[in-house]
């Protein structure tokens, strides 16, 4: 059974993305930024391993 009460992950942006990695480095969990930002802990593992925005600062 499809469960159509889903709603799609927020899109981050360039200004997320540097909240993230300062909130990385400082040593936040991945799945409290994540959960904060209302998407999946994958994105926040992709900006951590530079799969995306790696060239954000």
Do not use: C, W
Request: hydrophobic letters at 35%; proline letters at 2%.
């Amino acid at each position: 059974m499809r469960n159509d009460n889903r709603r799609p992950s927020r899109r981050l942006t360039e200004d997320d993305a540097k909240i993230i990695k300062k909130r990385l480095y400082a040593g936040d969990m991945q799945s409290r930024i994540a959960a904060d930002f209302d998407v999946n802990i994958g994105r926040i593992s992709e900006i951590n391993t530079g799969k995306k925005f790696a060239h954000v600062q």
